[in-house]
């Protein structure tokens, strides 16, 4: 199969390999310097995002203490409207108990005119204590219709039944049934209806020869209206405590729901706070390695390593995916993931870069000891992991040589030939011979640098007999072909 592919893996001279070793230190020092640097402004990043967050959680801090004072506030506000309608119904009610307490006394002047002497002292000192509880803001009570009722009878001791005094006395029971208030029927609806119906038959008995049937009716009337106006009081004050019962729990309940409210905006501020903070840390660490994440990536797509561009190609679009969806958890993971890869990312880079600029140092010294051995350099393709070059002999036959990388990372030739005579001879033995090709690509070898340059190993191909090597042409074989 003399026509088949001829294969020769090249390894560098030693001083070629020393300066590439010293290119290699090199780059690994400025790879630790650049990830220094990266470090440093990544600590530097991640001491502003504690600032940041330091700042957030201290204004979330003033803005739940203002929340706090305007909830105190709010409640000392509340308390003071609470002790103000205290205040109020108390005051009202100890205006009503001193006009009681007026009217009492009125009557004590009248039963005193009328001639009821005995017994009026008493009821004047209980007068007397009874205005001093309500100096001293205390509630009457029924006290004061208690106080009504003796001097109401002691009156009517005094005045005897004279029938010009019934209508007196039923004007003031009715006076009395009135001060009830309009109220009074709902508040206390059996004893309203018991004091009507009482009235109306006392108001039927006060007529000439009614005295002993008013007589008899008065005390149950002014029992019963006494009975009333306290049940009336006491009714009253209960509702008012109940109104104001409900206006505190009303008041509780929109200041709960007030500072419910206030507690999920403060949540939601502050997890927008802390989204907006992730996303601006996770965006700003992508600033500092986006640059030469980029760089790598488009290099070793040039250089022919799909899978290095690849794999940082698809770190970087996870973070500006997960920056464009928002999703600070995923950015910052995929951006730290991205920090990490890089540094070996480089690495490899930097072995790429090596690989193909000693491609590069071989395809000039290739293109020079063909060109020096007669060949004409027809053009060459940069195919990223490798170089294809075209050569022609002066008779017309075609080399094309490709100078790629093994995958020991060595360089090796790989030649094309076709047109030479002797890639198409056989000797009696079926062996495929290339003597003379291969005897000049041998000598093409022997040009390459050796121990400065490149040092390519035995020529190669499919069907070369084992164990056999051509021995270099001299230098002063002159190259001559025709066609058979």
Not at 118 to 124: D, H, N, R, V
Not at 249 to 258: G, I, K, N, V
Not at 435 to 461: K, Q, Y
């Amino acid at each position: 199969m003399s026509g088949s592919p001829k294969y020769s893996s090249v390894r560098v001279g030693a001083l070629y390999a020393q300066r590439e070793a010293a290119e290699r230190r090199r780059r690994e020092e400025e790879r630790r310097a650049r990830e220094r640097r990266r470090a440093a402004e990544r600590a530097r990043l991640a001491r502003q995002a504690a600032e940041r967050r330091e700042r957030a959680r201290a204004e979330a801090e003033r803005r739940r203490a203002q929340v706090a004072r305007r909830e105190a506030e709010l409640q000392a506000g509340r308390a003071a409207e609470r002790d103000a309608r205290t205040v109020s119904a108390r005051a009202e009610q100890a205006r009503a108990d001193e006009r009681g307490l007026d009217e009492v006394r009125e009557l004590i002047a009248e039963a005193q005119r009328s001639g009821a002497g005995a017994g009026i002292g008493s009821l004047e000192r209980r007068l007397g204590e009874l205005r001093e509880r309500a100096a001293r803001g205390e509630r009457l009570g029924d006290a004061v219709e208690e106080l009504r009722g003796r001097v109401v009878g002691l009156h009517r001791e005094g005045t005897g039944n004279r029938t010009e005094d019934s209508a007196t006395v039923l004007a003031g029971l009715e006076r009395r049934f009135s001060a009830t208030g309009p109220d009074g029927a709902a508040l206390d609806a059996d004893g309203h209806r018991r004091c009507s119906d009482l009235l109306d038959q006392l108001r039927a008995a006060a007529g000439p020869g009614g005295e002993v049937r008013f007589e008899a009716l008065l005390g149950t009337v002014e029992h019963t209206l006494v009975r009333h106006a306290a049940t009336v009081a006491g009714e009253r004050e209960a509702a008012e405590r109940r109104v104001l019962a409900e206006q505190e729990r009303q008041a509780a309940e929109a200041a709960e729901l007030e500072a419910a409210e206030a507690a999920e905006l403060e949540a939601a501020e502050a997890a927008r706070a802390a989204l907006e903070q992730d996303l601006a840390e996770a965006a700003e660490r992508l600033d500092v390695v986006r640059p030469a994440a980029e760089g790598v990536r488009d290099t070793a797509a040039d250089l022919g390593d799909p899978v290095l561009a690849d794999e940082i190609g698809d770190a970087l679009r996870a973070v500006t995916e997960a920056l464009a969806a928002r999703t600070a958890t995923e950015a910052l993971r995929t951006v730290a993931e991205l920090e990490d890869r890089l540094p070996d990312a480089e690495r490899r880079l930097d072995e790429l870069e090596l690989a193909y600029q000693r491609r590069r140092d071989l395809v000039e010294a290739l293109q020079d000891a063909m060109t020096g051995e007669g060949f004409a350099f027809e053009g060459g393709e940069d195919q990223g992991g490798s170089f294809r070059l075209h050569f022609t002999r002066p008779a017309g036959a075609t080399y094309e040589t490709t100078v790629g990388t093994g995958d020991d990372g060595a360089p090796v030739l790989v030649y094309h030939v076709q047109g030479e005579p002797d890639v198409i001879l056989s000797d009696p033995r079926d062996e495929a011979v290339c003597d003379t090709t291969e005897a000049l690509l041998e000598r093409v070898h022997e040009a390459l640098g050796g121990d400065d340059g490149f040092v390519p190993g035995e020529l190669t191909w499919d069907g070369k007999p084992p164990g056999r090597r051509a021995e270099p042409l001299p230098r002063e074989t002159s190259w001559r072909w025709t066609a058979p």
